[in-house]
């Protein structure tokens, strides 16, 4: 066995957990691009901080498919308005990972202006279930019980509607995803062992 240093950070980025598996096991998985799930890897390792990856348990001359799952960041937010003055405001929020996938981890947070200036939730996860995000929602200042309601799927969509006192206000809503974890999306590379 000796050891293999590997320099692709276009491919591993630093912190990417690196699995090497043999070739001609692996191949199949590498062309459908899926991840080697059943299969017992050979070794791995972490990609370092200058992104070197440098695995020690591979067999000079072997081909080996190294896989990687990398995060492709946080991914993007949709919030739709309905309503308008004189009418109950009614907002979906959409949470998306990038290229469709979802999102795997993290905390987000919800801002509004009610009140008179923007106040934010705490920390919400990634999966949180609407009464979770009723509830952040109703400890903001300017919020009551009553004046907020939320629906939808745990990691939604979810749709808020604001009634009560807030009934019939113009709300401006953003989210903040920088806490989120993207979905991770398989990287594979080829390389035989030296």
Do not use: C
Not at 16 to 45: F, H, I, Q
Not at 146 to 168: M, N, Q, R, S
Request: aromatic content about 4%; hydrophobic content about 40%; charged content about 20%.
């Amino acid at each position: 066995m000796a050891d293999t240093v590997i320099t692709r950070p276009d491919r591993f980025p630093a912190g990417t957990v690196v699995k090497a598996y043999p070739a001609a096991k692996a191949e199949r998985y590498a062309r459908d691009r899926l991840a080697p799930d059943g299969l017992t890897e050979t070794d791995s390792a972490t990609v370092d901080s200058n992104g070197v990856l440098t695995l020690d348990g591979l067999t000079a001359g072997t081909a080996y498919l190294l896989h990687g799952e990398v995060d492709t960041g946080a991914g993007a937010v949709e919030v739709t308005n309905a309503g308008g003055v004189g009418e109950d405001q009614v907002e979906t929020i959409t949470l998306r990972g990038l290229n469709g996938r979802s999102i795997r981890g993290g905390e987000w947070t919800i801002t509004t202006d009610v009140g008179g200036g923007d106040v934010t939730t705490d920390p919400l996860p990634h999966n949180a279930a609407a009464p979770h995000v009723q509830w952040e929602l109703e400890q903001l200042a300017g919020v009551a019980p009553g004046d907020i309601g939320v629906a939808g799927d745990a990691g939604g969509p979810y749709t808020l509607a604001w009634t009560g006192a807030l009934a019939e206000t113009e709300i401006t809503t953003t989210v903040d995803l920088s806490g989120v974890e993207g979905a991770a999306k398989d990287r594979f590379l080829q390389v035989v062992a030296n």
